[in-house]
T-cell receptor, first 114, second 116 residues
Framework: DAGITQSPRHKVTETGTPVTLRCHQT?????MYWYRQDPGHGLRLIHY???????DKGEVSDGYSVSRSKTEDFLLTLESATSSQTSVYFC?????????????FGQGTRLTVV | AQTVTQSQPEMSVQEAETVTLSCTYD???????LFWYKQPPSRQMILVIR??????QNATENRFSVNFQKAAKSFSLKISDSQLGDAAMYFC?????????????FGTGTRLQVTL
């Protein structure tokens, strides 16, 4: 399995507080992604990165920001958490090799905003 | 924008029987990848099978096979000889066939129950 670690695995926070989720990979994969999973919606892309300091928005990026200062780390920040951001968050990585085209996922972070 | 549709929120199959999960997608591209991912209660996302759109032959991985109908934009997953361990949420996903970031697009999922 690809070495992708998400932290924390579970978090409960209050509305209005900032929250940062971390994704750490040991595979030297070029691409990293943050998805959120909600019942009835599948996984939806929040932000992604195609290299160090290179990031872009996904389909549900409002209220989220990201940073990637090192290849191995991709941080997702909720600037001011809201109840609508209660979800399970997944980090994923890809090598960038079109021949394999496989995404590897972390184990998810369950975030509850109360 | 690409969309992926899974019209079966839940399915049930008896152990040792065969079940087919449906997936349709919409795209204007001619070359792309399609995937089925399995998510057991552990939440881990596991790749089940992958299909490249330019390949006409349907992909097969042991008990898992797909029926890829490019013209109809359909990509169904067949699970043969179902086992209790197959019980999970199954997601169909689409990826563009380029060297850029893939931005996988997922369907809403089908929850598969396997009964004795």
């Amino acid at each position: 399995d690809a070495g992708i670690t998400q932290s924390p695995r579970h978090k409960v926070t209050e509305t209005g507080t900032p929250v940062t989720l971390r994704c750490h990979q040991t595979e030297n994969h070029r691409y990293m992604y943050w998805y959120r999973q909600d019942p009835g919606h599948g996984l939806r892309l929040i932000h992604y990165s195609y290299g160090v300091k290179d990031t872009d928005k996904g389909e549900v990026s409002d209220g989220y920001s990201v940073s990637r200062s090192k290849t191995e780390d991709f941080l997702l920040t909720l600037e001011s958490a809201t109840s609508s951001q209660t979800s399970v968050y997944f980090c994923a990585t890809e090598t960038g090799d079109i021949r394999t085209a496989e995404a590897f996922f972390g184990q998810g972070t369950r975030l509850t905003v109360v | 924008a690409q969309t992926v549709t899974q019209s079966q929120p839940e399915m049930s199959v008896q152990e040792a029987e065969t079940v087919t999960l449906s997936c349709t997608y919409d795209t204007s591209e001619s070359d792309y990848y399609l995937f089925w991912y399995k998510q057991p209660p552990s939440r881990q996302m596991i790749l089940v099978i992958r299909q490249e759109a330019y390949k006409q032959q349907n992909a097969t991985e042991n008990r898992f096979s797909v029926n890829f109908q490019k013209a109809a934009k359909s990509f169904s997953l067949k699970i043969s000889d179902s086992q209790l361990g197959d019980a999970a949420m199954y997601f169909c996903a689409y990826r563009t066939h380029t060297g850029t970031a893939s931005k996988l697009t997922f369907g809403t999922g089908t929850r598969l129950q396997v009964t004795l």
